[in-house]
């Protein structure tokens, strides 16, 4: 939160400037996860692809198309030399590094793009807290009372106790502050408005988390990186993040706008 609020606060090159970072520091560590596991993935070419393409699409929609089809061909043509020069996993390769640039450079966009919406600052400031509050739900209960495991391979600790409670936490959350922002902010959202965005981001979130547990169960890794000692790395910071860019970016565009 050291950078995070003034960031959300002040947006433009700040705001863009600080996820910026965390999406490539999460790139480089996406990266690192399958080279443990024996792919050989270039942390250099996935975390600048996915800056750049994450640059461009902050910028300018129509240049972040055309370059994403562009670097979808420019990998196929630089895994086919390696496959040429004896790599016998170049197509496994190249499937993880492109899944990697679109999944961390062009959704992690979203995020910076809904900052730029009309009162953006005040948008992120709804839609971040609505899920910080129900991964807090979701854990509290779930560790005290949780019985029925949620995905038992993916995520041991994660019930279905706990992930009802955070759909709650997560509806009431966006309600409460629907209220606030419209009573003493600029937004205009009714209560229903708010409880029915934070309906959405607590159903789908928690797929972002456990979107990256599989790479991290594959890779056999507690954490994705150790950028934050004892917290792990910049993409366990950012799973939900990915997802609640997307889902609030869409909803709020068309339907609150």
Known sequence: MLFGLPAILWGGWFFFLVVAFFLTAAAWEYAQMFRSMGYRVSPWLVSGAAFWLYTLRSFSEESAASWLSFLTLAFLAYY??????????????????????????????????????????????????????ADSGAYNIGARFGKHHLSPRLSPGKTWEGFVAGLFT?????????????TFGPLQLTLWQGAA???????????????????????????????FPGHGGAFDRIDSWLWAGVISYFCIRYFFL
């Open 80 to 133: 086919l030399m390696r496959y040429e020069r004896g790599d016998p996993q170049s197509a496994f390769d190249y499937a993880i590094s492109i899944a990697g640039v679109i999944y961390l450079g062009w959704i992690g966009a979203y995020l910076y793009l809904l900052r730029a919406l009309p009162l953006g600052g005040w948008w992120i400031m709804l839609v971040l807290p609505i899920v910080w509050l």
């Open 197 to 227: 965005l934070g309906l959405m981001l607590g159903l789908l979130t928690p797929l972002g988390d456990l979107g990256e547990s599989l790479f991290k169960r594959q890779a056999g890794v507690k954490d994705s990186g150790q950028l």
């Open 170 to 182: 997560a509806i009431l959350a966006g309600a409460f502050l629907a209220w606030a922002y419209s």
